[in-house]
């Protein structure tokens, strides 16, 4: 209990952690303390007496607020168990069930997750025939996610499409049937998705006021974390639930909302005051978590942006590293520029001090096959582990079988992609072979044209064991191609990218004993026996680091089509949300911040590396502020001189005054998009250009051929 808020907060913070009496708005920058604040005003209003039960806690994810209820209750010496804490979508779930009756709900309502949803949307779509036999019909995960999307913002399906999926605007009306065939099947059988949760819940509290007033004498104090990253509806519950008078802290940072993909807004803020008028809006400005160099670098993010975030940080810790911006010769050869970063970095930091983000989870397969090979632990967060990917596993099936012809699991794996082929059949098929009975197994064959398929191409592929492990590997990559649509249709695209990863890896090996010891490394068994106390460096997404920190951070692929994603390259908002992104990432390091931008990417069909663009991010930054290395032909990172910086520091500003006088713009051509009107300048080097048919797009200046 004997916790000195007035000694661990600053004045702002305490006077937010104080503040207890009506509502609370705290909108600050990354790293100033806001879940610290909300820490200390839950240990607060414990010690001064409030029952634990009465408090509600409200965050992005569950295990942000077990983290954070675990740290009050560190600072009050007793657990707190009874506050109710976690995300918007299990509460509103506990509330349902309990008060839910109120609403027709039954007492056992199900609850669908997103893969039954998909099975009653794949019913929906055949019982009324629709899409039958047009193949660029969505597939039922994309249709289930525009169900989604168009809830989660409030607009209709239609509109919806022509905002953001403009190719599948004919498509309008079937989709629009199906999702209305959706709702009703839900309705009919008593059945919630996850997103009826929230409205459900929001219904409960507008038409049952009973219930309402209840919850709001029941829930005195109301808190919630990352507030700019909740939806309308969220917001709605907050304003409801809360009611004028009541006792809420929101805590927020507009310039770190990365979740409107899903219907996250950040008027959020904005309403807030509009719903609480008597609000008491607090600015934190101090940072305690990055040193000033690696603050200077993410203000200088945000500087760039479009909509104008007043928020300049600063901090005390005004000494501190540089931060590096790292440029591997390629995205192969990154993993190990980076696994030797990591080296370096773990003489100073325990490993689960250090992070390496990406913008999406295949980013980090390459590294993570290095980092299996040195030996060093890691946990993997937002996105798969490359080991446990279901389709990397079935391609390297076929490989092992070519290794090891009576593999039993590789044979079970590859044996169940065939149409069918069941357990029964697979083990037949199995002690066949095994026993080497050629005449047996043909005559299986002879029913299933698939099998015979599969068991000719493995043969044939067992015959050329001796040659490269690219050679086999492109093969089976071939064959799967068509498994792959089948198996995953909706996502196939996303697997297709691991996939090439796979491909880049294997153009290191000759020998395929060798490249499936190096990616078997991580057999089940060992990862079972594995300490969980143990010291793991952290692999994440940025999405799933938001609110984290770590002493290093090293983010990979800072290259177009990377980070920013190919998707947002398409349109403005796309990109300012990717920018938010960077900052997010680039403010989640406490001393080191390591940027990583490869020269080239490897191009799977051309067999090369393409020249990488750099991402415009990095580009737009101060050179002086980050020390610049470049891998040599050795494998070694050498320091780039700083004149030659300082050299393009002057060019850029050069360049920029000339663009600026001659603001009038003209047509210019582009190889693969031909004629088009430049829209805008968009410093340092890009223009946007709308081309007749492709629309609108930002390009680099070096591939455009002005006019006149
Ligand atoms: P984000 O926007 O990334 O969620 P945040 O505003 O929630 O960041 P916190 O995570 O609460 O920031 O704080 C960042 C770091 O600074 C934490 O390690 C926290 O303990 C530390 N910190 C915050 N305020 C203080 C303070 N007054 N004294 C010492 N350390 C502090
Ligand atoms: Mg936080």
């Not at 397969?365 to 040195?374: C, I, P």
């Not at 069918?420 to 095994?434: F, H, I, N, S, W």
């Not at 048919?693 to 455009?704: A, R, S, V």
Request: glycine share 6%; proline share 4%.
């Amino acid at each position: 209990m004997r916790f000195d808020m007035q000694a661990d907060l600053n004045p702002a913070q305490l006077e937010a952690a104080r503040a207890t009496d009506g509502p609370v708005l705290v909108i600050a920058g990354a790293g100033s303390g806001k879940t610290r604040t909300i820490v200390y005003r839950m240990a607060y209003l414990v010690r001064e007496g409030m029952d634990p039960r009465s408090i509600l806690l409200l965050t992005f994810t569950r295990k942000a607020s077990q983290e954070m209820l675990h740290r009050a209750g560190k600072l009050l010496g007793q657990g707190l168990n009874e506050v109710v804490g976690g995300t918007f979508h299990a509460f509103a779930y506990a509330m349902l069930r309990r008060y839910g009756r109120a609403l027709g709900l039954p007492d056992d309502m199900t609850i669908l997750d997103r893969g039954d949803a998909e099975q009653v949307i794949k019913q929906a779509k055949e019982n009324q025939s629709i899409g039958k036999g047009d193949r660029s019909f969505p597939r039922k995960g994309t249709i289930a996610a525009l169900i989604s999307k168009s809830r989660n913002k409030e607009i209709g399906l239609e509109p919806l499409l022509e905002r953001e999926a403009r190719h599948l605007t004919m498509y309008g009306e079937d989709l629009q049937a199906i999702a209305d065939a959706y709702a009703r099947f839900k309705k009919e059988y008593g059945l919630l998705d996850y997103d009826d949760l929230l409205f459900r819940f929001e219904e409960l509290l507008t038409e049952q006021e009973e219930i309402r007033d209840f919850l709001r004498m029941k829930y005195q104090h109301v808190l919630v974390d990352e507030y700019q990253d909740t939806n309308l509806v969220q917001g709605r519950i907050v304003t409801s639930l809360v009611g004028p008078q009541g006792n809420v802290m929101a805590v927020g940072d507009d310039a770190q909302s990365i979740y409107s993909f899903r219907g996250a807004t950040v008027n959020n803020i904005l309403q807030f005051a509009e719903s609480f008028p008597g609000v008491r809006l607090i600015k934190l400005e101090q940072n305690y978590r990055s040193v000033q160099p690696i603050l200077n670098l993410s203000n200088q993010i945000l500087d760039m942006a479009e909509e104008k975030y007043e928020k300049k940080l600063f901090t005390e810790r005004r000494e501190g590293r540089k931060p590096e911006l790292l440029r591997p010769i390629s995205d192969h050869s990154q993993a190990r520029v980076v696994l030797s970063k990591i080296e370096d970095l773990a003489q100073e930091y325990s490993l689960h001090e250090i992070a390496v983000l990406f913008r999406s989870g295949f980013q980090s397969y390459s590294l993570e096959v290095a980092l299996n090979k040195a030996g060093l632990p890691f946990k993997k967060y937002g996105g798969q582990r490359f080991t446990e990917a279901a389709h990397i596993k079935d391609v390297l099936a076929y490989l092992r079988l070519v290794l090891n012809s009576i593999d039993l699991p590789a044979w079970q794996r590859v044996m169940t992609l065939v149409p069918k082929v069941g357990p029964k059949t697979c083990q037949r098929l199995y002690d066949q072979m095994a026993a080497g009975e050629t005449a047996a197994l043909e005559k299986s064959c002879r029913q299933n044209a698939d099998l015979k398929a599969v068991l000719e191409f493995i043969t044939n592929l067992q015959k050329q064991k001796s040659e490269r492990v690219f050679v086999l590997l492109e093969q089976v990559l071939e064959f799967y191609k068509p498994i792959l649509k089948e198996r995953f249709p909706d996502d196939y695209p996303r697997r297709q990218a691991g996939l090439e990863q796979l491909s880049q890896i294997a153009s290191a090996y000759e020998e395929l004993d060798l490249f499936l010891s190096d990616l078997s490394l991580e057999h089940p068994d060992q990862l079972g026996q594995r300490d969980p106390l143990e010291d793991n460096l952290v692999l994440s997404t940025v999405h799933s680091a938001k609110g984290l920190e770590w002493e290093a951070v090293i983010v990979l692929d800072l290259v177009e089509e990377r980070f920013p994603s190919k998707h947002a390259l398409m349109d403005q908002p796309g990109m300012e949300e990717e920018r938010r992104l960077f900052y997010v990432a680039c403010t989640r390091a406490r001393e080191y911040l390591g940027l990583s931008m490869p020269d080239s990417l490897y191009n799977r069909y051309q067999r090369y590396h393409e020249a990488a663009l750099p991402s415009p991010f990095v580009q737009e930054l101060s050179p002086e502020g980050f020390d610049e290395f470049r891998e040599d032909m050795s494998g070694a990172l050498k320091a780039q001189g700083s004149v030659k910086r300082e050299k393009a520091a002057t060019d850029r500003a050069e360049s920029d005054s000339g663009r600026k006088k001659n603001g009038n713009f003209g047509h210019c051509r582009h190889k693969i998009f031909g004629r088009g009107k430049v829209v805008q300048f968009i410093p340092p080097n890009r223009y946007q250009v709308n081309f007749p048919g492709f629309g609108l797009k930002q390009i680099l200046e070096d591939y455009l051929e002005m006019e006149g």
